[in-house]
């Protein structure tokens, strides 16, 4: 299996501009996360799907964020207007039930 | 608010010694542990995990110690080794409710292992 699949791996962009993160779970995983990774607090949770319905969104920070799962393998992830602050490494993640967690290798996010 | 604590953002080790990496939590409804290490430029990967039933599982060279009354965890590596160097999470599921399935995560510890 080719694992969790993450597009683009490095994204520039300048303040305002909509961003597009991609993510391709891995076959047969019926629950899909996403994360983001800053130094100040470490990897958190931002919005989780089960069988594709979002379960937990709580930690989208504004509605600048949202995400899709239109179907069982694919998810995105947007941010539009996006801001300097949204700068870090998004991870996306997979698993098959309570099975452990299986990451993507992040997309970089730059905001200039 | 973080419900999973690593405190310790970094840690070195010479090669072949123990490393110890602490983990501690506020939730005393987490009812199952795991550690994912990270390399630069690639996703955590799971490393270990011990549910709250234990209080010690060992894989290896790796073992994780559960204090369910100090809700601390802690990752043994012995003897370390260079290619242990990563970033280690500490994470933590549980709760039920809306929180089923959710996996919180510490800051993370880098932990640097010198020949």
């Known amino acids: 299996d080719a694992g969790v699949i993450q597009s683009p791996r490095h994204e520039v962009t300048e303040m305002g501009q909509e961003v597009t993160l991609r993510c391709k779970p891995i076959?047969?995983?019926?629950?899909l996360f996403w994360y983001r990774q800053t130094m100040m607090r470490g990897l958190e949770l931002l919005i989780y799907f089960n069988n594709n319905v979002p379960i937990d969104d709580s930690g989208m920070p504004e509605d600048r964020f949202s995400a899709k799962m239109p179907n069982a393998s694919f998810s995105t992830l947007k941010i539009q207007p996006s801001e300097p602050r949204d700068s870090a490494v998004y991870f996306c993640a997979s698993r098959r039930g309570d099975e452990k967690l299986f990451f993507g290798s992040g997309t970089q996010l730059s905001v200039l | 608010d973080q419900q999973v604590k690593q405190n310790s953002p970094s840690l070195s080790v010479q090669e072949g010694r123990i490393s110890i990496l602490n983990c501690d939590y506020t939730n005393s409804m987490f009812d199952y542990f795991l550690w994912y290490k990270k390399y630069p430029a690639e996703g955590p990967t799971f490393l270990i995990s011990i549910s709250s039933i234990k209080d010690k599982n060992e894989d290896g060279r790796f073992t994780v110690f559960l204090n369910k009354s100090a809700k601390h965890l802690s990752l043994h590596i012995v003897p370390s080794q260079p290619g242990d160097s990563a970033v280690y999470f500490c994470?933590?599921?549980?709760?039920?409710?809306?929180?089923?399935?959710?996996?919180?995560f510490g800051r993370g510890t880098q932990l640097t292992v010198w020949p």
């Open positions: 076959s047969g995983h019926n629950s």
């Open positions: 994470a933590a599921s549980g709760g039920g409710g809306s929180t089923l399935g959710r996996l919180y």
